[in-house]
């Protein structure tokens, strides 16, 4: 909540599965061009928020299995969890809400009375969030029996069914859109209220977050059957709220350009990076570009080039620190691509920055940390970076004055010799 000083330019709030997160893309190309676009655009004034109907133990577990960004904010378990940054804090203020008209035991004891329930995971039962597989034939009827129910036993819950099969039961005050107008809330009362929102789902539980006032609001082309209905029944008309034409994080891509919330060309779109006007290059910008050409040049997605090597070398000065601890020059660094050009052709093999933060520490001079990652195939790396960048003319690109890595804990490459700058 700390990280910006003024309020966000953009919000985005997201759903993971199937809508940040496409489970039949393979290569996760749409996430890896949200991801580009993210760090190089709007991380250093923005907010992304991560909105799931996952358990923090499945939420953890898909980050290890997908190239996805860390948010500057996680509600989890269908909006009943809400954490704040890298160390996932949680919001106490948000607990004590949820504990009014709450009582799981009697959840438990009513919801055993029904056959059709069929619990999911322990992962997936949370204080404020029991959780069943149910067909959906007899969804409708087993939910109004519950809301009687509870009803009667005096206590205000919350069913939301949702992708054709699940049922979570929560306090009435709990949800997906109530968290968001919670941290809305809470923003406007520090006087940081973002200038926009986007909210962005593709099935029933994501519906509440269309429905928070001055939100626009995108459902990704994959969009369930219970969300579309939703929209036809309550939202059709409404300019705020658009049904995308492409699949998952591209429609969330496509989204902030409809509504014109700011730029959205990620830097994997441009493949000819002098395109780019120097003068608007920021250092996460710059950094972001770095990293795409060396993926480029292992995967030999662009020509074997000295012109280009050189180039690169004009650009670096000073020290490279390996995360071994090891030193050498930064000029020998990039001279060592010439070797490893195409060594991962048709491989599985990418990298991608995550939580970059740029401080200006003179007129012409910038210190910047970031997380750097390397998939390739089945094994996933990390290290985290911090450099030195300086600019002396704005019409020219930024130099690399001094770079130092170290690994990130768990993701430390059994050949560290392959882990270059």
Not at 238 to 243: F, S, V
Not at 306 to 319: H, N, Q, R
């Amino acid at each position: 909540m700390d990280r910006l000083a003024s309020p966000a330019r953009l919000m985005i709030v997201s759903d993971l599965d199937h809508t940040m997160v496409d489970h039949h893309d393979p290569e996760n190309l749409s996430l890896l061009r949200f991801n580009a676009l993210w760090e190089a655009k709007y991380r250093h004034d923005s907010l992304l928020v991560f909105s799931t109907g996952r358990s923090p133990t499945l939420y953890k577990q898909l980050r290890k299995e997908k190239p996805m960004l860390t948010p500057d904010i996680t509600i989890m378990s269908v909006g009943t969890e809400i954490t704040y940054g890298n160390l996932m804090v949680p919001d106490d203020g948000w607990v004590g809400i949820l504990n009014q008209k709450w009582d799981r035991n009697i959840v438990t004891e009513e919801t055993s009375k029904l056959p059709e329930l069929k619990l999911q995971s322990d992962t997936e039962q949370r204080p404020h969030k029991v959780s069943f597989y149910v067909d959906k034939a007899k969804a409708q009827e087993v939910t109004k029996f519950l809301s009687q129910r509870f009803q009667e036993r005096g206590l205000d819950i919350k069913i939301i069914y949702s992708g054709g099969m699940d049922l979570d039961i929560l306090p009435q005050g709990a949800g997906k859109g109530q968290a968001l107008a919670y941290l809305l809330s809470k923003f406007k009362s520090q006087g940081k209220l973002p200038v926009n929102t986007l909210a962005c789902g593709d099935s029933g539980n994501d519906a509440e977050l269309f429905s928070i006032p001055d939100v626009y609001g995108v459902m990704v082309s994959n969009a369930q059957e219970e969300l579309l209905q939703w929209y036809g029944e309550n939202a059709k008309g409404n300019p705020k709220i658009w049904h995308a034409t492409e699949r998952c994080a591209a429609g969330i891509i496509q989204a902030i350009g409809h509504f014109s919330l700011g730029p959205n060309q990620s830097p994997r779109d441009i493949m000819d990076f002098s395109e780019c006007k120097k003068e608007t290059i920021t250092p996460g910008h710059e950094i972001v570009m770095f990293f795409l050409f060396f993926e480029r040049w292992r995967r030999a997605e662009i020509e074997n080039s000295d012109i280009s090597l050189e180039s690169l070398k004009a650009a670096c000065s000073g020290v490279y620190v390996h995360p071994s601890g090891s030193e050498e020059l930064l000029h020998n660094s990039i001279a060592l691509l010439k070797k490893c050009y195409g060594d991962k052709e048709g491989r599985p093999y990418r990298i991608w920055v995550d939580r970059g933060v740029s401080t200006q520490i003179s007129p012409d001079t910038w210190l910047v940390k970031f997380d750097k990652w390397e998939i390739s195939g089945e094994e996933q790396h990390g290290a985290r970076v911090t450099a030195l960048l300086s600019r002396k003319d704005s019409s020219k690109g930024f130099t690399w004055v001094h770079v130092q890595e170290t690994w990130l804990d768990g993701y430390v490459p059994k050949d560290a010799s392959t882990w270059f700058f």
